[in-house]
């Protein structure tokens, strides 16, 4: 009886156990479905089609779903033959896929290619390059996805699937340098039937899919894709649907291995890459597969284009065993690609694909390196130039091996107190704290400079070219909304030569106030605007008076400098302690938002102070303004020769003088002459050539009153400076103090010493490491001069 009943028992349980068997066996299938729109659709890819409709159908389009699951983990994985996945096509694609698997389980991407039809993307500055939005282009390409999708899943078999990859040095080359980076990967993934036979085969590989020449604009093609996936499903056994998913192409473009002309080249490519991914694939043996998706819609960083682009987007990961795919909205660079792989493996993936052009389209994402070039790449860089540390951190929250990443901490508030009348603050720490505390010690006036010195002059159109597309474009469009943008671009180059001290310390600005990059970097660069001869109206940098008093003239101090700042418009200065965890302690004097330093002495008793002299020209449109050369010089030179070899290699600073001077004991090489003291002073002028003035005893002046480069304000001034001071055998601190705030009745304007534009006076005692500073009252005038040293306190 017990037999008998263990019998029926077993009897019972038998189905079940089979049944459970096939719920949680491995299952695959695999459609496509021609999307190919009719002709005189708008177009993708490129600008100067002008909105002109597709001509002729060299090759059709495609797409091409796969669906898998593991019998927990339901998968739709959708690639098509078009330039970006747009967020109506994915809202629409996603109403009408099937309901076998959740929708953040459904992936969609893009091949990229530049010759499929557009039309689905409804914001107006896009309509540029896609072309005029057609709702009902969208509807049927929509409804391909879907098709795919659904047979797909109806072709779903038992399966078995696997990967592989492997490099390639010839099929891809970098479109921007030569000799550049590329991603040498191949990768696939091979999905068999129970019999062994493929059912799909995906390749990943980096590269634009513009190989079509300029006689086929206007012809519908899947570019190289298509021949990749005409010539591997030869290749493969009967049925096998090929698929191909674009990697971190932003600038990576094909190669040409075989020499061919105009269309023979695009079917090169293609049939090279199939033969590479078919030898991959018949090296891979597949098996059951756990699944895993990742999905989040994070926050993306803040961007001067916040009118055109969206707030947040769509991440996606799926991992298949020990494969990783990261599924990227928009078009990374391939260092972006590289870094994220290098980081995937770290934390435990055997192999990792990044595949751009999914989910939606936020342009191009490039490296911090890049920042500065003025390149395509970086004119369509739209969130700042930290994304690829934004692109792990976020992902990295998706993986399910390792632990996820964390972003930097947040400083401290910085110590910041009043000595007299003149404000104060400490900064310490690395340099990303150093800006954080800048930002949150003076937020409000940071965010209001932004708003009132960048905002507002675009608006009134004070900060936009007066030629070209502005000036037709003003009367009927939004400047700001464009402008913004398009000047945060412009003054990228402006980075260059930029150290990585200041980057970051803009960057911890940034993220104290809640501005993007770009912000902030535009309000640095309000003094360099203000060269620019088409915007005087809009801001002037005058930054005179300065001198020094070297040797036996300056008596027992051997070097006593002096400074006034003339800067038109409301401002309140400040005196920064930079405290940096690297390099030099150095005092900074100046405005709460300008990290830049235009007067400043570090605690080796270098001092630095910039003048601008317009009649030497403008600076250049790329490399580092002088504020951010002078802070850098300040926090890392011990000695004078040291910061003057650095300038005088700085031909990008036309316009300016900058006066340096150090005490004895921090000349290095420029040790004074037999018989003068010891300390040093020079002024370089930086014009056609930069040129250096030196003086080891006696007055030296920022500027020659008898010059011909220098304004009659300069003259006046500067000869005025020379009268007060010439009846002087010595120039002490109570001397120059009295020279700075100097009001002749006589001038008017920056004729004058101290004027209605001087935001501070200030007397550098180097060899004390002490200065002595006076801000205006009120009233304009001159107020008491406060005495700080940077071995103490205040006094």
């Known amino acids: 009886m017990p037999l008998k009943r263990n019998w029926l028992v077993c009897a019972f349980l038998l189905p079940l156990v089979v049944c459970s068997g096939l719920a949680d066996a491995f299952e695959a299938g695999a459609a496509k479905v021609e999307i190919t729109p009719p002709l005189g659709s708008p177009m993708n890819g490129y600008g100067d ?48 896929a099937p309901r076998e698997a959740p929708r953040e389980n459904i992936i969609l991407a893009a091949t990229h290619t530049h010759s499929a039809q557009g039309g689905m993307i409804r914001s107006l500055p896009f309509r540029a390059v896609s072309g005029r939005f057609a709702p009902e282009i969208l509807e049927q390409t ?21 990967y592989g990859t492997a490099k390639q040095e010839v099929l891809s080359t970098n479109r921007r340098h030569e000799g550049g980076p590329i991603d040498p990967q191949i990768g696939v993934i091979r999905v068999d039937d129970a019999d062994g036979d493929p059912i799909a085969i995906l390749g990943n590989f980096a590269a ?16 190289y894709p298509g021949f990749f996936y005409t010539e591997l499903e030869s290749l493969a056994a009967e049925g096998c649907v090929a698929s191909f998913v674009n990697g971190a192409e932003g600038n990576q473009r094909c190669a040409n291995p075989e020499s061919k002309p105009g269309w023979e080249r695009t079917e090169s490519i293609g049939r090279l890459l199939a033969g590479r991914v078919k030898e991959i694939a018949n090296g891979i043996r597949c098996s059951d597969a756990k699944l895993h998706v990742g999905y989040a819609a994070p926050q993306l960083p803040p961007t001067m284009a916040a009118d055109l682009f969206p707030a947040s987007t769509v991440l996606q990961t799926l991992e298949i065993n020990d494969l990783l795919l ?21 934390r435990g993936y055997a192999a990792h694909f990044t595949v751009g052009l999914a989910n939606d389209y936020l342009a191009y994402f490039i490296p911090v390196t890049c920042y500065s070039h003025f390149e395509y790449e970086n004119s369509a860089n739209f969130y700042g130039p930290r994304m690829l540390d934004w692109f792990c951190r976020e992902f990295s929250k998706l993986m399910t091996r390792g ?63 007066k030629t070209g597309f502005w000036k037709t474009a003003s009367p009927y469009l939004n400047t700001t909304l464009l402008g913004l943008p398009a000047l945060s671009i412009g003054s990228r180059p402006l980075l260059a030569g930029v150290s990585a001290q200041v980057f970051e310390e803009i960057e911890g600005v940034a993220d104290a106030v809640g501005l993007p990059f770009d912000a902030v970097w535009l309000v640095q660069c309000i003094p360099t605007f203000g060269t620019r001869d088409a915007l005087d109206a809009f801001y002037r940098t005058a930054m005179c008076t300065v001198f020094a008093a070297v040797g036996d003239k300056a008596g027992a101090d051997d070097l006593v400098v002096g400074r006034n700042l003339d800067w038109p418009g409301d401002e309140q200065p400040i005196v920064a302690d930079v405290r940096p965890a690297a390099g030099h302690r150095f005092i900074q004097i100046g405005f709460p938002w300008n990290v830049g330093a235009f007067t400043g002495m570090n605690d080796a008793g270098l001092v630095l102070c910039a003048e601008r002299v317009a009649m030497l020209g403008n600076p250049a449109s790329e490399g580092a303004p002088i504020e951010f050369v002078l802070r850098d010089l300040l926090q890392t030179c011990g000695s004078l020769d040291e910061a003057v070899a650095e300038l005088q290699t700085r031909e990008n600073l036309r316009g300016y003088h900058v006066l340096a001077a150090a005490p004895s004991g921090a000349l290095g090489a420029l040790e004074p002459v037999q018989g003068g003291s010891g300390a040093a002073a020079c002024v370089l002028e930086f014009g056609a050539t ?29 000869a005025r400076v020379a009268e007060l001071l010439a009846e002087e055998h010595i120039i002490a601190p109570a001397e120059i103090r009295e020279t700075l705030v100097d009001a002749d009745p006589l001038q008017a304007g920056n004729a004058r010493i101290w004027n209605e534009d001087t935001k501070y006076g200030v007397v550098f005692e180097p060899g004390a490491r002490r200065f002595h500073v006076s801000f205006p009252d009120a009233s304009g005038a001159p107020g008491e001069y406060v005495t700080i040293s940077m071995k103490g306190g205040a006094s």
Do not use: N
């Open 690 to 718: 930069v040129e250096l003035r030196r003086q080891t005893e006696g007055l030296l002046l920022g500027a020659d009153p008898g010059s011909d480069r220098v304004d009659e304000a300069a003259k006046a001034r500067y």
């Open 142 to 162: 929509a409804r391909g996805f879907a098709e795919a999708m659904h047979e797909a899943y109806r072709e779903r078999v038992r399966a078995a699937i696997g």
């Open 208 to 223: 634009h899919p513009t190989t079509v020449g300029d006689d086929d604009a206007y012809a519908i093609s899947a570019d």
């Open 49 to 96: 089609r002008l909105g002109r409709g597709a001509v002729e159908v060299h090759d059709p389009v495609w797409a091409r779903a796969l669906y898998l699951s593991d019998g927990e983990t339901a998968v739709f994985l959708v690639t098509a033959d078009l330039c970006m996945i747009s967020r109506e096509l994915r809202d629409r694609v996603l109403e009408l």
């Open 326 to 346: 990261a599924f990227v909205p928009g078009e990374p660079c391939v260092e972006i690609g590289l870094a994220m792989r290098q980081r995937a493996l770290a």
């Open 403 to 465: 632990e996820p990443e964390t972003g930097r901490p947040p400083a401290e508030a910085p110590k910041m107190d009043r000595v007299g009348e003149v404000p104060r603050v400490v900064l310490e720490g690395d340099a990303y704290a150093l800006g954080y505390q800048r930002g949150l010690g003076f937020r409000d006036a940071i965010l209001a400079k932004y708003e009132t010195a960048i905002v507002a002059p675009i608006g009134r159109g004070d900060l936009l070219p």
